[in-house]
């Protein structure tokens, strides 16, 4: 593994880096001309390959990061240097009914999308704010905006990643430290069949191109939006979502993630 070392370029963290739109976030930001650390639960050989070929320097870390000790061993890596952007991307769904679910499954949802997400922002926001510089992009979802029948607890952790962001960017208004959230609707991606909902309406319909998705939020992120919703279809919904009863919109979600759904469409 080989480390960063101190230059004038900036420095970007992104976690989730091994796929999908956090593989697309890094290598914007190597696009970009930031350094890198990347992070995720598994290997990321090739995200670090991609974007050391745009020119910049790129540290991997294999770590947890729904648990206390993976974001100690990322906040170890940095050793001390300051982080620039920080995007913190990582997370996962979970299908099916949660009556039927595995609670130590329903745990990690939470402990990755939520408390790792909150304990890393909360560390690298803190010496942020000490520099009175910085961005935060965090991956929050249009599933936040309506209750998920199916796959409850992952729009629920989103419900809370969306409100969070908000909150933050408003704490943060009187200083240089920005926070933007990026609400991705249903993206293509290995997070249908990791969240084992591939055999439901979305997980089977058509989904946007995670390069996309990975543009417009890192575009928000450099402009210091407060939040972007990726897609004019999503942002429709994302419309829709705000002046629907909670009750239709969850019934309209069963529609889309009841498991064998997909044989309906
Ligand atoms: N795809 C969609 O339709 C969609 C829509 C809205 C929002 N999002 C959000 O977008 C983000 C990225 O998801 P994606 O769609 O790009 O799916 P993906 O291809 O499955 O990527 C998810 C990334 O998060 C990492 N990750 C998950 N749990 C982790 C943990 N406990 N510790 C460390 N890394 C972890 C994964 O790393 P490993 O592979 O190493 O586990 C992977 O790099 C997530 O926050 C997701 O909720 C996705």
């Not at 933007?180 to 990791?194: A, H, I, K, Q, S």
């Not at 998705?213 to 575009?219: I, L, N, Q, Y």
Request: with cysteine; net charge negative.
């Amino acid at each position: 593994m080989n480390t960063i070392d101190s230059s004038a370029r900036r420095l970007a963290v992104v976690t989730g880096a091994s796929s999908g739109i956090g593989q697309e976030l890094a290598l914007e930001c190597a696009r970009h001309g930031y350094d890198l650390l990347i992070a995720a639960d598994r290997p990321q050989d090739d995200t670090a390959a991609a974007c050391r070929e745009l020119g910049v320097q790129v540290q991997t870390l294999q770590a947890d990061l729904a648990t206390s000790i993976g974001v100690d061993a990322l906040i170890a890596e940095l050793r001390g240097r300051p982080v620039d952007a920080l995007l913190a991307n990582a997370g996962h769904g979970l299908g099916h009914a949660f009556l039927d679910q595995e609670f130590e499954s329903v745990r990690h949802v939470i402990d990755t999308n939520v408390t790792g997400t909150l304990d890393l922002i909360q560390r690298v926001g803190r010496s942020m704010r000490e520099r009175n510089s910085g961005k935060i992009l965090i991956t929050g979802s249009i599933a936040g905006l309506m209750p998920g029948t199916f796959q409850a607890v992952y729009n629920g952790t989103k419900a809370f990643i969306d409100s969070f962001a908000y909150a933050l960017r408003n704490e943060l208004k009187d200083t240089e430290v920005s926070v933007t959230v990026l609400m991705p609707g249903p993206t293509d991606t290995e997070f249908f069949r990791r969240a084992e909902l591939t055999d439901t309406k979305v997980g089977a319909g058509k989904k946007q191109p995670p390069q996309e998705v990975a543009k417009t939020g890192f575009e928000a992120m450099e402009d210091g939006e407060s939040a972007v919703v990726a897609g004019w279809k999503n942002k429709v919904q994302a419309l829709l979502a705000n002046v629907t009863p909670a009750e239709v919109l969850a019934e309209q979600h069963r529609k889309t993630a009841e498991p064998g759904g997909a044989q309906d469409s």
